[in-house]
């Protein structure tokens, strides 16, 4: 008999201050390219992962793009209307693109929250991290407590230009999503039979980094492939 096929759509945000890298670790992680030229994104750009993230299940990430120069600014509330996820990007060098940490996570969570009312998941990216002057992060312990304090899943330090921890940040955001949506729809119908998980619930970042199994994590299909802004609107968001 053929095992049941389950697809899952999400909606991820990418924001963070300006030119600290989110549109090349987008790009990292979708086309496996990297250019150190700058363009600054104008209002939102998208693009489109596929991951076949176990035998039966597909995993489409809708990644939003939103120009660092959108700061909290009024338009943030329409890019993150019915997102599941997000990765808020700092960049190790400038140490002022850390503090807008918190308020870009604090932008986020007073205009989005998901149908049960608690925040979507999070995960703060310290990119930049083949510069060498990761002085804010190499403190792990205090970055764990940050994330605690703030609300984060986990942190990651990246680099787009060197292809690390990318792949591995996209995962634990999933798994987190992944387990949000199991709570969802527990709380949504709590008397029907609970569906066969094939992956644990994670508690914390640095355990699920550790508890992966590649083989569960191949991209491929329609990778790369950008999206007209009409096609991702027509997803149902309503804008
Ligand atoms: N060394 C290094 N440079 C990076 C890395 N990621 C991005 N950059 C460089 O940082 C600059 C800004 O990168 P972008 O990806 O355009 O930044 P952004 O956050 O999308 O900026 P906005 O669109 O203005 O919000 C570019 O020159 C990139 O080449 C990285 O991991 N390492
Ligand atoms: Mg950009």
Redesign the pocket.
Same mark, same amino acid.
Request: hydrophobic share 30%; aromatic share 4%.
């Given at each position: 008999m053929q095992a049941a096929h389950k697809e899952h759509l999400y909606k991820l945000l990418v924001i #963070?201050?300006? #030119?600290?890298?989110? &549109? $090349?670790?987008?790009? +990292?992680y979708v086309h496996q390219n990297? $250019? $150190?030229?700058? +363009?600054?994104?104008?209002g939102v750009d998208f693009a489109l992962k596929v991951l076949h993230w176990d035998p039966e299940t597909v995993v489409r990430l809708q990644l939003w793009?939103?120009? #660092? @120069? %959108?700061r909290f600014g009024n338009m943030t509330r329409v890019y993150y209307r019915e997102a599941m996820g997000a990765f808020i990007?700092f960049?190790v060098t400038r140490p002022a693109t850390f503090e807008a940490v918190t308020k870009w996570k604090n932008d986020l969570d007073s205009k989005l929250s998901l149908p049960n009312g608690k925040p979507v998941s999070v995960v703060l990216l310290a990119?930049?991290?083949? @510069?060498g002057k990761d002085v804010l992060t190499n403190n792990g312990l205090k970055m764990d407590q940050f994330c605690k304090e703030h609300g984060f899943v986990g942190w990651f330090e &990246? $680099?787009?230009? %060197?292809n690390?921890n990318i792949d591995e940040a996209s995962r634990c955001l999933v798994k987190h999503i992944l387990a949000n949506e199991c709570d969802l729809m527990e709380s949504i119908e709590p008397d029907v039979v609970k569906p066969h998980l094939t992956s644990p619930k994670i508690v914390s970042c640095s355990s699920c980094a550790k508890s992966y199994r590649p083989q569960f994590w191949r991209a491929t299909v329609l990778e790369g492939q950008r999206l007209p802004c009409y096609f991702l609107l027509g997803f149902g968001h309503g804008l």
């Open positions: #963070g201050d300006l #030119g600290v890298g989110k &549109t $090349s670790i987008i790009k +990292r990297f $250019s $150190s030229h700058y +363009r600054a994104t104008i793009d939103i120009a #660092g @120069q %959108e990007v960049d990119n930049k991290c083949d @510069q &990246t $680099s787009a230009k %060197e690390i």
